[in-house]
């Protein structure tokens, strides 16, 4: 039985990070070496809680399913990391991120979280900076900051269109240096196949060596899932091919709780799809916005190039809703506006499903090379992709689905409802609410990598009664077996259709009904289309090749597999929560204006989802909000 | 973005580890113009596991460019002949209708092949692992404004840093040398005030971990910036010499 305590450290906002880190129990530098900690994942909160915990002393197994860690998909977020360092003298302050922050996930995150979250950024940026992460800097050499979507404010740091790269390095190094000291053991090739729990507590994972197919028994005193989000549920996303719900779908089955999986963001800026034989959606980051000004003809159907259109046949219908913001309006708005232009007729390219973003006054106004200097890679990005050279007529874009704020249930101290077991990063659910703020993702990775878990870790590890479990244990057998049954199903079926083809319709069902628009009767219409859908794998799936050897088409099948299961309560999920807020509108619930409606009487609680068996209806526990420091009120961005 | 259909032959490199490998011919037909190399490959394998065959197998992930998984020979080309691009961002718009391509994996004698197209680059993360990274714990940085550095060290240091680890300029190299992949490294830090009380160690330390690990030595073929989808200059191989130089007249105290 599930049961959800946040753990919230009493005393005053702003002051419950600093006392609570007085208060947690510490394990002495002597004794750290005893405990092993398992870290899954290596994107930039797996690579730095790893890190800092081999620092401290503990003893660190690091997984990861790439080549090498630095692979992981942090590596492709673009825009930048967000800190309240207010150098910019802008009037920013922990307070104003952390105020943001709350408003901006349109309150439904846990308060305390997004404080300490507001709270240690300024130390990310310290620490980057020291670890040589090159920064984009002014001519006097300091620190230069820009910014994005949601605040009004210029707090966001940034190393061109490679922020997140340049961090991952950063994070990277850090592992490596402990690697080459012996203090982290580096697993790759590895993929985490189930999480083993004993006495109710997790003590071990299964792993499936990606390249010899052998299956190993790893045991630890903690386990940590950084296995990042569950975007590729919808088959086309601007995720990596890789990732995947496995990790996080496992540890639910094992006993955590999933939380808020219907909050999903679906970012304004990418790449619109173009053929049925894609397999991916690109970002273009969303600090385009900063420069770029959004239109459609104000002509329905309207055939003409962009450059045929005069300006006052356009629309700037981001600037016209809401003059305060204007194109720089948080993620949903500015994706959901896009989508009810597009479906209203007013959409261009050869699809109709995009809207333009377009840089022509912008290159006017300050010259094509400060264009080309701040987002240069950016245009050429496009250019390869698209053929069109955003310089000479107005990107295309359409959103997408990037990211995934709903994710396991933690409490304060990051540990889910099953002790000993951690999620930290995208994995988790606790400090973006409903909608995350743009260059957030990246500041909550290494939040809780660097600073929140190494501190909150060791409240656990030192109340830990020693014993002499070992991989020999029976719930290690039960879980080695189940899992290695599971991949030899999939290898016996033999069917007609490929893995892909099975994930793409999995992709669209959940596009179409649980997407940018959710109702009661989509909804349920695919929670009736589901079951089939997986009894149709699970009967006519082709896995071609062996268990004993690199399968790519048995690892993919393997996390397919788990997707089919997963979609059903991100389903239900998005069905109980009639009201809409930040990335989850329904369309039962929106003001007269067509702006989502959020309602605070019914639903400001955090879903949380215990599993019951495949096909058997989960069951929901919730976690009450309070908003006591910022007070709930509709958003207004206008 | 016109709208374009091809058809092409494909002789692509099929192995197991540890066995001998040969060229197998495909057909690719009916590709999208617009689809990537990858996804090219995609539609290639979709059709091999449906006739009952094993997919080729090819290391990819991000499909944007940055992450540096994917990565082979396409006509003797790493990420093949586009200046500036990894394999994800290489379009069929690049080729011909009725065009005959090799696919073959790097080949480098410090990355051995896995699997078809897949190779063993983990001796790239041995070379960062000996030196690569400032030594700074978590929580002991000083306040960040402190450091201010010259922009244009800061963007000289963040040329280098672009480098994703895909490999290529020790694929590309006669010598099968990894002296770009660790210049650049050794250059980002070299470059940064940050990176100064490791300098010499650094610089030693890497290139001592490089040729242990059976990489070539640089001959100035200048194959490995042609090759590099992110432009990484061969001044960092210059800046590399320099440092090793430095190193190793640096008086001990």
């Not at chain 1, 989508?339 to 377009?358: F, N, S």
């Not at chain 2, 840093?161 to 210049?183: D, E, H, K, R, Y």
């Not at chain 2, 490791?198 to 910036?225: H, I, Q």
Request: hydrophobic share 35%; net charge negative; proline share 4%.
């Amino acid at each position: 039985m599930v049961e959800l305590n946040a753990n919230i450290p009493e005393g005053p906002m702003a002051e419950k990070w600093t006392r609570h880190k007085f208060g947690v129990k510490l394990v002495n530098p002597s004794n750290k070496r005893k405990y092993k900690v398992l870290v899954v994942g290596t994107g930039l909160a797996g690579a730095s809680a790893a890190a800092t915990m081999a620092e401290l002393g503990y003893q660190v197994e690091s997984f990861t399913y790439s080549d090498t860690p630095r692979r992981a998909h942090s590596i492709a977020a673009q825009g930048g990391i967000n800190a309240a360092k207010n150098y910019p003298n802008d009037g920013d302050s922990v307070h104003r991120l952390f105020y943001d922050t709350v408003k901006g996930g349109d309150y439904r995150s846990r308060e305390a979280n997004v404080h300490r979250l507001a709270e240690v950024s300024n130390q990310i940026i310290d620490h980057c900076v020291a670890q040589g992460i090159p920064f984009a800097r002014e001519y006097g050499g300091n620190l230069a900051n820009r910014s994005f979507g949601g605040a009004q404010v210029s707090r966001t740091f940034y190393a061109r269109g490679q922020t997140g790269q340049q961090l991952l390095l950063g994070a990277y190094g850090a592992l490596q240096k402990e690697i080459s000291k012996g203090t982290v053991n580096m697993h790759t090739r590895c993929e985490l196949i189930d999480v083993v729990t004993i006495d109710g507590r997790a003590r071990g994972i299964i792993t499936r060596n990606l390249v010899t197919g052998e299956i190993d028994r790893h045991i630890g005193d903690a386990v940590v899932l950084a296995t990042g989000g569950y975007g590729n549920v919808f088959y086309l996303s601007t995720n990596a091919m890789n990732c995947n719900a496995s990790a996080a779908w496992r540890a639910c089955k094992k006993g955590a709780a999933f939380a808020n999986p219907c909050f999903t963001q679906i970012h304004p800026t990418c790449i619109p799809v173009h053929g049925d034989y894609q397999s991916k959606l690109t970002l273009m980051s969303e600090s385009l916005r900063n420069d770029g000004r959004i239109w459609v003809p104000k002509k329905k159907d309207d055939k003409r190039l962009a450059a045929e259109i005069p300006e006052d046949e356009r629309d700037y219908y981001l600037e016209r809703k809401y003059p305060s913001f204007g194109n720089l309006v948080p993620r949903d708005l500015a994706s959901r506006n896009a989508k009810e232009v597009c479906d209203a007729g007013y959409g261009v390219g050869p699809t109709g499903d995009a809207v333009y973003l377009d840089f022509s006054e912008a290159i006017d106004r300050l010259g094509r090379d400060a264009i080309e200097a701040r987002y240069g890679n950016l245009f050429e990005m496009y250019n390869r992709i698209t053929d069109d050279d955003p310089y000479e007529t107005p990107m295309m874009i359409y959103p997408a689905v990037h990211y995934t704020m709903g994710g396991l249930w933690v409490d304060y101290n990051l540990m889910t409802t099953v002790p000993g077991l951690y999620a930290i990063g995208e994995a988790n659910f606790s400090d973006h609410g409903a909608n995350r703020l743009g260059a957030s993702a990246l500041m909550q990775g290494l939040a809780d990598g660097y600073f929140v878990l190494p501190n909150t870790v060791n409240n656990y590890l030192a109340d830990l009664k020693r014993d002499s479990i070992n991989i020999s244990h029976p719930a290690f057998e039960e879980a080695e077996q189940t899992a290695a049954n599971k991949l030899e199903k999939l290898l016996a079926v033999k069917g007609t259709r490929t893995v892909d083809d099975f994930h793409r319709e999995l992709g669209l069902l959940m596009w179409n009904e649980c997407g940018m628009a959710r109702s009661e009767v989509g909804l349920k219409k695919a929670l009736e289309e589901l079951p089939k859908l997986r009894d149709a794998f699970w009967s006519d799936v082709n896995v071609p090749g062996s268990g004993d050897d690199l399968n790519q088409a048995l690892e993919k099948a393997n996390r397919v597999a788990d997707f089919l299961e997963f979609a059903e309560v991100m389903l239900r999920d998005a069905l109980d929560r009639s009201e809409s807020c930040g990335g989850h509108f329904r369309l039962e619930s929106q003001t007269e204006e067509g702006e989502a409606l959020r309602d605070d009487e019914s639903f400001a609680y955090v879903s949380a989802w215990e599993y019951k068996g495949v096909g058997e209806e989960p069951v929901l526990h919730k976690e009450p909000l309070f908003f006591e420091e910022v007070p709930l009120s509709q958003r207004s961005y206008k | 973005m016109a709208d374009k259909k091809i058809n092409l032959t494909l002789n692509v490199w099929r192995q197991q580890a540890g066995q001998e490998g040969a060229f197998e011919t495909y057909k690719a037909e009916n590709i999208d113009t617009n689809a990537s190399f990858l996804e090219m490959l995609d539609v290639v394998n979709e059709n091999l596991t449906c006739s009952g065959k094993e997919p080729i197998a090819f290391e990819h992930d991000c499909r944007e460019g940055i992450c540096g998984s994917c990565g082979a020979l396409v006509a003797g080309m790493t990420h093949g002949s586009h200046d500036r691009t990894t394999l994800c961002q290489l379009h069929m718009r690049s080729f011909e209708d009725g065009d005959e391509l090799t696919i073959e994996p790097f080949r480098a004698d410090a990355f051995p092949v896995i699997k078809d197209l897949i190779v063993d680059r983990s001796a790239l993360d041995e070379i960062v692992a000996s030196g690569g990274y400032v030594s700074v714990k978590t929580g002991s940085a000083p306040e960040a404004s402190t450091i201010p550095i010259e922009k244009n060290f800061a963007d000289s240091a963040m040329d280098a840093a672009a480098c994703i680890g895909c490999g290529a300029c020790v694929a590309a190299c006669p010598n099968g040398a990894a002296m770009l992949f660790t210049s650049a490294k050794v250059s980002q830090f070299a470059l940064l005030p940050q990176g100064a009380p490791e300098r010499a160690s650094r610089v030693k330390e890497m290139v001592d971990t490089m040729d242990k690990l059976g990489f070539g030595n640089c001959s100035n073929e200048y194959e490995c910036a042609v090759a590099c989808p992110k432009g990484i200059d061969v001044k960092h191989i210059a800046r590399l010499n320099r440092e090793f130089i430095a190193s190793r007249t640096r008086k001990k105290k």
